[in-house]
């Protein structure tokens, strides 16, 4: 009688380590800056100190979950900084008809750009990346106008709240972008128009013939993804008590799209990791804050992020090859 060897299985076994990463990778990131500013970054763990990071990232999640929508279709939107600037120039044009209604205007002006978008991309047939860019010039460049061109102080109690108030000791602005990051995960898990989003961005022609109605959900992606950028405008103006077009939202899609591509989310669409973009946008702040405590220049994060890019890219990558 005969027994085979059985091979000793590695410590490290090279193919899981890359269905790993992807998924994981991120959270592990976190985890080690975490340990390693508690040991090493003096009132880290003060609650003043996570009060001011959870409300600095929550425009950054908010924008960062419509762009995942849409890069969830194989898209992009690079106008959802101009979106943030629109809706922040016309807060204090309306305000004298009060919070609501400057609210509700701003939110249907953002909502608008995203049908312009959705419907050059679905119906006119132009890529994502030149319909919105023509709205990243224009949008911001409409809100410069609309506002002359000045930065505008708002005193007014309730937007205040909306910007600085805490309910349960936890600012408003976290309640709001934890509640929409429930909104998204359930639609894109749990609803029809998640999976007709992620068949679309996986394979569209197949979508087309299976009978999903294409143009009409990226129509709405889009819609949705410009909504949400004009909410991180009104936040942005409520906490900060005024109105910059010329500079809330600036440069903001950058930080959505790497808040998306760490989190593990492919450009290639058909996959949205909702968790995994939070979990982005909390890296990049958490490297930010960083680099802040411990005096480094700010180009020392902004080195620090390309390559946590690169790195999740590649392994992006590699796991979609073998």
Request: net charge positive; proline share 5%; aromatic share 4%.
């Amino acid at each position: 009688m005969t027994t085979e060897a059985v091979a000793p299985r590695p410590f490290l076994d090279p193919a899981r380590l890359r269905a790993w990463l992807p998924r994981y990778g991120v959270y592990a990131a976190i985890a080690v800056l975490v340990l390693a500013n508690v040991l090493f970054t003096p009132s880290f763990l003060t609650w003043s100190n996570l009060r001011i990071q959870l409300v600095q990232v929550a425009p950054v999640v908010i924008v960062a979950l419509g762009m995942a929508l849409v890069i969830g279709t194989e898209g992009i939107d690079l106008s959802v900084g101009s979106v943030m600037a629109l809706a922040a120039a016309l807060i204090p044009l309306y305000l004298g008809y009060g919070v609501l209604a400057a609210i509700l205007v701003s939110l249907l002006a953002g909502v608008a750009v995203g049908l312009i978008n959705g419907t050059l991309v679905a119906r006119v047939g132009l890529q994502p990346i030149v319909a919105t860019l023509a709205l990243f010039v224009g949008g911001r460049g409409l809100a410069v106008v609309i506002s002359g061109g000045q930065l505008k102080d708002i005193r007014n109690p309730d937007l205040r709240y909306l910007g600085s108030g805490e309910l349960f000791g936890v600012p408003l602005p976290v309640w709001i972008a934890g509640l929409l990051v429930l909104v998204i995960g359930f639609t894109v898990r749990r609803t029809v128009f998640g999976r007709r989003l992620l068949a679309i961005g996986g394979n569209r022609p197949a979508a087309e013939l299976a009978g999903v109605p294409v143009k009409r959900v990226l129509t709405t992606v889009y819609m949705v993804c410009s909504g949400l950028a004009a909410i991180a405008g009104i936040l942005a103006v409520a906490r900060i008590q005024s109105s910059d077009a010329s500079a809330v939202g600036l440069l903001i899609e950058l930080s959505a799209i790497t808040a998306v591509v760490v989190g593990g989310t492919p450009l290639t669409g058909g996959r949205v990791r909702v968790l995994g973009t939070v979990a982005g946008a909390l890296l990049m702040q958490l490297v930010v804050a960083t680099m802040i405590k411990h005096n480094l220049p700010p180009s020392t994060a902004e080195m620090v992020q390309a390559a946590i890019i690169l790195v999740a890219v590649t392994v992006a990558r590699e796991s979609r090859t073998r």
